[in-house]
């Protein structure tokens, strides 16, 4: 049975003051803050969700000089959307972007939500972005809540609950409204990410350039505040092998698939492949893959050797083959797959993998670092391929 509910630790209005002064003389001056235009911050909030700042600003500068209104994004093709965000991962937020900027095209004619309830509507929007857009943008009095405010803060108020549960949000959600300037709250709202950030970092936080550290209840109770909040050890990151075949035509094109629109990397472009089974060796693997996928049979294939790619949450070893099409090729027509030209290949939204896969046949020196051992060094024969998907259940299928 439960126990009783713990009640919120109110943290003195003075602090939220405090912390906007500080903020208003030592911000960043990072290119989503040049105004406070609502499209620019909204898409800043959906990289930064899972992109560290530094690695952030290209991408956000390239996105919106590609696409600088929400109409412009609204009438790109998803395909060039994604292509455009290869390398920021997490490619769900790409697609959510792309769809909520066409329903506010052309369910609002164009007109942002300004209430969070509203943001949250659209595709892909949750409390947090919803709450950050509509008082950065339109001065909401809430509190936008993501790891960085988490963190502040538990420390802030000497809270030791696992971060993950709903109960210990909430209540640190309380705490920091009870110091929210309302008249400042979009300030206090990036103060607070900007103060985790760059002093109250999640490892051996800088208390001493802490403008409210007199206020924080961890550095007066701990001898090290970096330990709020507790870190829970990580599961060890599974290995997923698969096989990839990429297979050419008699013109020189590969084939490649498009995994299906929602789930890992949903929409990108790849070669056909798909998981070892227990004990199957790799070659039988692409084989077999390549028939239940295509249904085609090929002659001999020759081997590439093995990529290795890490994601957040598991890694793939990627056993690479090459082979030609037969000459009456018959695969199953399908719309999401298609015969492309080795220079053609790079217009499309490619994961990291893949990309690897594809520097490796343009000849030497072009594979990514950490990309495997090379073996078969003499100029790739084209070929090409790559399966529909794996979803986040089932990893059944190639993940390049």
């Known amino acids: 049975m439960p126990g009783p509910r713990r009640p919120p630790v109110r943290i003195p209005s003075a602090i939220g003051r405090t912390l906007v002064r500080w903020f208003r003389r030592s911000r960043r001056p990072l ?3 040049r105004d406070r235009d609502p499209y620019r911050i909204w898409v800043a909030e959906v990289l930064l969700q899972q992109t560290r700042v530094a690695q952030a600003i290209p991408f956000f500068e ?3 000089a590609r696409f600088p209104t929400v109409e412009s994004l609204a009438d790109a093709p998803r395909d060039e959307v994604l292509r455009l965000w290869a390398g920021a991962g997490y490619y ?6 792309h769809a909520a900027a066409r329903a506010i095209v052309r369910g609002r004619g164009g007109r942002f939500p300004q209430a969070e309830e509203e943001w949250e509507r659209l595709p892909g929007v949750g409390p ?3 709450r950050a857009v509509a008082s950065l943008a339109y001065g909401r009095p809430v509190v936008a809540l993501e790891a960085n405010g988490l963190r502040v803060a538990a420390r802030w108020t000497l809270d030791r609950g696992d971060l993950s549960t709903v109960a210990v949000r909430r209540r640190l959600e ?5 110091t929210l300037p309302v008249a400042a709250a979009g300030e206090f709202n990036e103060a607070v990410m900007e103060l985790g950030e760059t002093i109250c970092t999640p490892v051996r936080p800088r208390c001493r350039e802490c403008p409210v550290a007199t206020g924080c209840r961890a550095r007066s109770n701990l001898e090290d505040p970096g330990s709020i909040p507790t870190r829970r050890p ?3 990151r599974p290995t997923v092998r698969a096989a990839v075949v990429i297979l050419a035509d008699a013109r020189g094109r590969w084939l490649v698939q498009q995994r299906p629109p929602r789930g890992l990397l949903g929409g990108l472009w790849e070669f056909p492949g798909g998981k070892l089974h227990r004990g199957e060796p790799a070659e039988v693997a ?11 049979t090929v002659g001999p294939l020759a081997s590439l050797g093995v990529v290795k790619h890490a994601y957040s949450h598991f890694a793939v070893r990627l056993y690479v083959f090459r082979g030609r099409a037969p000459e009456n090729e018959r695969t199953r027509r399908l719309r999401h797959r298609r015969w492309v030209r080795p220079a053609e290949i790079w217009r499309l ?3 990291k993998a893949t990309e690897k896969i594809v520097r490796r046949l343009e000849g030497p020196g072009t594979a990514s670092p950490g990309s495997g051992s090379r073996p078969d060094r003499t100029r790739p024969s084209p070929r090409a391929a790559t399966r529909r998907h794996p979803t986040r259940a089932r990893v059944r299928r190639t993940v390049a």
């Open 31 to 33: 290119p989503w803050r």
């Open 62 to 64: 390239r996105f919106v």
């Open 92 to 97: 769900a937020r790409a697609r959510n972007l």
């Open 128 to 130: 947090y972005i919803a």
């Open 174 to 178: 309380a705490a920091l409204a009870s």
């Open 234 to 236: 990580r599961s060890p």
């Open 286 to 296: 692409a084989r077999r893959e390549l028939r239940e996928e295509t249904g085609l």
């Open 349 to 351: 939204p490619l994961p």
